[in-house]
């Protein structure tokens, strides 16, 4: 094992020896830092008159729900966001007035958004119920209805992806173990988080794709394969030690870029709403896991990095079968990128649909990882956190097996 | 020690490079000469495990060369030395060390010793790709020579060095083969004919001589002869005969050729050496 080590502390120096690494590490730690900031970046106008910045609202909003006098969805909080709504559409000079208010809008905006800033979110989440069940008056949601519309609104979601029944009867017992009313705060920073989740994996998955694909390839192209073959460790654990090196390396710059993006999240919103469930943030609303937001950050980074560790199989699997490492980087790149219009055409079939969503690329997006599709194993339901992670664990082996035979049995001609 | 090729034979599509090689190689330097395209390359690849057989197979002392254990006494310089441009020549022995199994403080001590030997210590820590061919190459044998191998196989281990070089390469091959096998291949026909014990000769896949080089020389002993003729003559005859030299001198031009029989008048006949051996049988091949 101490060998294997050596080695592959080789591979990571021939990793790091070469300069489009650093390029592309530093390309996805800018992506990384835009993705955080980017939304806390520029001014808000209002009649192209510049109100507030993004900065300052985020941090309003961040203050308003970690402050909170009433901290779950129950009818109060429902009667003061109406409260709340109404003082400010029922003025005389109208809040959609084209006419500046006196003071100016700046002024105007301030006073308003602090009022309403507590309430944005569940806006946001009043919005979708409204789309998906059509035609409701979001004023009359109470903190009654609005738990009984929701199931409603699933009903329908259920209905829509053709559920079987086991399926439905699965998500209503999910359901029915979501604490209600739901605990309310700030869940500003986790929304950030899972927005912006599988745009920087994507980016990370095609960091792996062209860092890794010359981890074998680029051996027959510097033509040191001859004499790496003709070593006594060349045919066996020298291919253990890349693989090992490829995977650490896609797993810790997964966790690595990760970390930083929670350290911009941390700083501009907030991760103090680490026990809120995730239905009440967008990216939670539709889903029925009774899990809090905390849990689902690590359940779907978990899935994430295993992805990325999957993709660097992929990749290195490509380079041990091709004799360029550019074939192997437009190959990967197919391969992180075939999953995101695959998944628009798999809807019919049942079985594609469970296939595409187990990509590695569909494991990026927090919606698949708990999917409504479930896998149904002797009465028994699995969401995709729960059953791909198993199937990569059993992949793992047989691609490091292939990859294995395919140097080893590399014919230097 | 005996490195037995039994049979082997190499097939690339319609070319046959190695046509059912049997050999037999003991301690000592052996020299593989043979035009461009005549296998050895490939027998060296096949010799070294990094190509497989179509049939027949190699052993050392009863071991396959695809095992770990004959690996673990190979040294290997292959005719396309590749290297990773920005490790340092240091680096690159460490990384070589690694790979051939030697442990750290001993492959750092053979290294500084090696680089020392190859004339390279002062830019040990120098990137590779600042250096010179010649450099390169002397760090090719270095690394070959690293885990201290009972088989050591060059191909063309004297490209890129300049004469002076060449004679001191020359002087450690010559040592090494005291207690290993050493097989070289070259064009530079002086290489092989100073320090090889055995002389190997192949010609489209297949050995066609081997023995020392007064052996293998008899072939043409008595068949080489110099003349200076007319240049009409000198075109005559070089139809007639293979042309080991042609040189055009005040009074004609003089010629080296390899015949059975006088060619011209005044003509004399010379002691053949290895080169001309070669340019015999090799000059309307390859590069030649």
Known sequence: MGEVLQLAGYEYRKIFKRRSTWIVLALVLLWTLFSGLGGAIGDFYMEGEKVDTHYHMAKQERKALEHLEIQELNGQFFQKMQETQDAFYQREDGFFSNDAPEGGWAAYWNKYYEAYAPYENLSMLLAMMENRLGGFAGEKIDGTNFYALRERMMDLIFRLEELSEGEIAFHKEENARIKEPYAYGNMAGYHNFFQMQTPNFIFIAFAVAIILAPMFAGEHTSHMDALVLSTRFGKNKLIWAKLLAGSSFACFSSIGFTLVFLLEIQAIYGLSGWNLPIQVCTDGFLLNLPVNMLEFLLITLFCCVLAAVMTAMVVMFLSAKMKSPFGAIILSFVFVFAPIYLVQLAGGSRWLFLLVCSLPTAMFYPGSVAAHQLLSVGGHYFYFFQWVPVAYLCLFPVLAFWIYRSFKNHQIR | ?288
């Open chain 2, 1 to 288: 020690m005996e490195l037995i090729f039994d049979r082997v034979t190499k097939q690339y599509k319609e070319k046959i490079a190695v046509d059912r090689v049997s050999l037999s190689l003991t301690q000592g330097v052996y020299g593989l000469l043979g035009a461009n395209g005549a296998g050895k390359t490939t027998l060296m690849r096949l010799m070294c495990g990094v190509l497989r057989p179509d049939s027949g197979e190699i052993l050392y002392n009863g071991t396959k060369v695809e095992e770990e254990a004959y690996r673990d006494i190979l040294g290997y310089l292959p005719q396309q030395f590749g290297y990773y441009p920005d490790f340092s020549a240091m680096d690159f022995l460490m990384y070589l060390g690694s790979l051939k199994g030697m442990p750290k403080k001993r492959a750092s001590e053979k290294s500084r010793e090696l680089l020392e030997l190859a004339g390279l210590s002062h830019v040990a820590k120098k990137k590779i790709k600042t250096f010179s061919g010649g450099m390169k190459q002397r760090l090719g044998i270095a690394q070959s020579l690293l885990n201290n191998p009972e088989v050591l196989v060059l191909d063309e281990p004297t490209a890129g060095l300049d004469p002076k070089e060449r004679v001191k390469f020359r002087n450690i091959v010559s040592k090494l083969g005291n207690d290993r096998i050493v097989l070289l291949s070259t064009h530079i026909v002086s290489d092989v004919e100073h320090i090889a014990d055995v002389i190997l000769l192949m010609k489209d896949g297949a050995i066609i001589h081997k023995g020392s080089l007064e052996e293998i020389i008899q072939a043409i002993e008595g068949k080489v002869w110099e003349c200076t003729v007319d240049s009409h003559a000198a075109e005559r005859l070089m139809g007639q005969y293979p042309a080991l030299n042609v040189r055009e001198e005040k009074e004609g031009t003089f010629l080296r050729l390899v015949c059975g029989e006088k060619p011209a008048e005044h003509a004399v006949q010379a002691a053949a050496t290895l080169e001309d051996l070669y340019l015999y049988y090799f000059s309307g091949e390859g590069q030649m």
